[in-house]
Antibody, heavy 119, light 107 residues
Framework: QVQLVESGGGVVQPGRSLRLSCAAS????????MHWVRQAPGKGLEWVAV????????YYADSVKGRFTISRDNSKNTLYLQMNSLRAEDTAVYYC????????????WGQGTLVTVSS | AIQLTQSPSSLSASVGDRVTITCRAS??????LAWYQQKPGKAPKLLIY???SLESGVPSRFSGSGSGTDFTLTISSLQPEDFATYYC?????????FGGGTKVEIK
């Protein structure tokens, strides 16, 4: 079954860290760039970060640069997002998403995991 | 960063109506644009990629057009299952960006 399953969300205090995981199955994970996208409660979508298929290239949104790190383990078919120095404004549902094979667009998304930053 | 401005931010329409949503980029992005549909509590779903290519399995009543800075998503005959929020996203430059969304509601 082709799917992405996120985990690792929860409630965390401001300034603390959290690591999200995204387990991929049903496709050749090591062939695709992968992204994190987030959505604050009641708000629109915000792109967070991307990692190339082999992990050699990474880009970040300005809002998370220097605090978040995207990584992947192709041997485990898993994508990660290490989130440090968390702020209240990082509260959101975090989705992982897969690059499309035929062009620009995410043709596979996870179900999302909620991160709440609160004291 | 490239800004994407969607309009309208919301609209009310009836089943069977033709609906058009626009997305304007702050600078040219060629055809590097995707459209998504999102329903409450669910992940977005890809509708259109490369500005005008219909994703496999998406009904043909959805279509996309445009290049450069101006893009449109058209639903030719609105169906009950189409009431949702729609987003555009540009892939031309990092950081990637999304439009603010258009909520399509039942009239």
């Amino acid at each position: 079954q082709v799917q992405l399953v996120e985990s690792g969300g929860g409630v965390v205090q401001p300034g603390r860290s959290l690591r999200l995981s995204c387990a991929a199955s049903g496709f050749t994970f090591s062939s695709y760039g992968m992204h994190w996208v987030r959505q604050a409660p009641g708000k629109g979508l915000e792109w967070v970060a991307v990692i190339s298929y082999d992990g050699s290239n990474k880009y970040y949104a300005d809002s998370v640069k220097g605090r978040f790190t995207i990584s992947r383990d192709n041997s485990k078919n898993t994508l990660y997002l290490q989130m440090n120095s968390l702020r209240a404004e990082d509260t959101a549902v975090y989705y992982c998403a897969k690059d499309g094979a035929g062009g620009d667009g995410y043709n596979l998304w996870g179900q999302g995991t909620l991160v709440t930053v609160s004291s | 960063a490239i800004q994407l401005t969607q309009s309208p931010s919301s609209l009310s329409a009836s089943v069977g109506d033709r609906v058009t949503i626009t997305c304007r980029a702050s600078q040219g992005i060629s055809s590097a644009l995707a459209w998504y549909q999102q329903k409450p509590g669910k992940a977005p779903k890809l509708l259109i990629y490369d500005a005008s290519s219909l994703e496999s399995g998406v009904p043909s009543r959805f279509s996309g057009s445009g290049s450069g800075t101006d893009f449109t998503l058209t639903i030719s005959s609105l169906q009950p299952e189409d009431f949702a929020t729609y987003y555009c996203q540009q892939f031309n430059n990092y950081p990637l960006t999304f439009g603010g969304g258009t909520k399509v509601e039942i009239k």
